[in-house]
Each structure stands twice: as C-alpha cells, then as structure tokens.
C-alpha cells in the first residue's frame, strides 16, 4: 500500500463520546500534519510532527489530542467534541523542506 | 505572515477552453507556492509547485502555473478544459523555517460544461 492513508472514512460521534483518527504514511516521510478542512472556509493546520515530535500546535482546543508514536503513524484523539467540530480532517506527510504535502483521503467527522 | 488570495470562488468553463484560476500571494521573503486539486470526497492532490528556478512551472493533467514576482500572482492556466478538471482548486504559499505551514486559499470550484 502507498501513499496516506486515513481510517475511518467516516465517522458519527455523539458529544461525549470518545474516539480517535488514524492515520499511516508509506513514504518514508519524516513530518505529518493534522488539517482540517470545513465548509466555507480555508483548510486550517491543527498539529505538526517532526521525527515524531511536536513541532506546532496551532491554538486547537484541548479536546482534540494528537499522538504520534513513530514516523509513519499519527492519531488524533477526540474526547467532548461539539458540533461546530464536524469537519473533514485531512492528515499529511512530508520530507523535507520545501515540501510538497502528500494528503490522505480524509475523515469525515459529524458530531451530534 | 504570509497569505494568498484566490479570486473567484466558482469558475465555470466550456469543455475545450482556457482554464484560468488566479492566486496573488502576500510574502515579506522569496515565497515557495503551490497549487493542490481536490476531487469529490478526497484529499488534496498537488498539481504543480513553485520553490526557485523557472518561473513558468508545468504540472500534472496539462496545468501549469507561472511566478510574477512584480505581480504577487501565482495564476494557474489549462489551455483545454476537459469534464475531469471539474474540482475545487486551492493554491497555497509558504515560506523557509515554517514547518508545513502552507497557507491555503479559500478555493475555486470548477465547473466544466459540455
């Protein structure tokens, strides 16, 4: 399997459930990103890894938790999430400056 | 900080004619520019990028794109539209030291008509 690949597709939680997004990288890349992509406005970048460590964290609430536990894998973990949080969450990869970004499918998330 | 701006958020083409999609960046330092298609239910695909060389970058699907720099503008052109360039189109500018912090334009949706 090559390129990003993201897990679920899609997903319907309810305010207080807690789940997570998964995400794997098959390019031997050495950053991945979390955005999030909604209606009516620009994609907006959550969280940055470098070897697996965090490098930005763009002001995003504390219920949304990002883990990276290798170069190949990231999480973001969802606990209390609201409405307004549905979005589609597009992880990506890169090598090296000046990248490009290589994005996976994404995860359609509805919170209800 | 740097941004860009694209103008247009829905452009319509005939089948056969010029695609043209505008971006005018905003970069206090030598900007790296890109243009990313996302397709119905996908994630973004990167049609061409610009970092220093040639101004006149070619891409993938027949696109290219050309730096002006007197210009601030990063314009994205197809001389031949064709019913799968229908998609939304986002250009994106970042700068040395930024950590993947491309920052992305609102988008242009595409429409192709026969």
């Known amino acids: 399997e090559t390129g990003v690949t993201q897990t679920p597709r899609h997903l319907v939680m309810g305010m207080t459930n807690k789940k997570s997004l998964k995400c794997e990288q098959h390019l031997g890349h050495n950053a991945m990103y979390w955005y999030k992509q909604s209606a009516k406005k620009p994609l907006e970048l959550m969280f940055v890894y470098s070897l697996e460590e965090r490098v930005e964290n763009n002001s995003v609430p504390s219920r949304f938790s990002p883990e990276c536990p290798n170069s190949s894998h990231l999480f973001l973990h969802l606990h209390t999430l609201q409405p307004e949080d549905s979005a589609l969450y597009l992880c990506?990869?890169?090598?090296?400056?000046?990248?490009?970004?290589?994005f996976g499918n994404g995860t359609r998330l509805t919170v209800t | 900080a740097q941004s860009v701006t694209q103008l247009g958020s829905h452009v319509s083409v005939s089948e056969g004619a010029l695609v043209l999609l505008r971006c005018n960046y905003s970069s206090s330092v030598p900007p790296y520019l890109f243009w990313y298609v996302q397709y119905p239910n996908q994630g973004l695909q990167l049609l061409l990028k610009?970092?220093?060389?040639?101004?006149l970058v070619k891409g993938i699907n027949g696109f290219e794109a050309e730096f002006k720099k007197s210009e601030t503008s990063f314009h994205l052109t197809k001389p031949s539209a064709h019913m799968s360039d229908a998609a939304e189109y986002f250009c994106?500018?970042?700068?040395?030291?930024?950590?993947?912090?491309?920052?992305f334009g609102a988008g242009t949706q595409v429409v192709v008509t026969p």
């Open positions: 610009y970092t220093t060389g040639a101004t």
């Open positions: 994106a500018v970042t700068v040395t030291d930024s950590w993947g912090k491309l920052q």
């Open positions: 990506a990869s890169s090598q090296e400056f000046p990248l490009p970004l290589h």
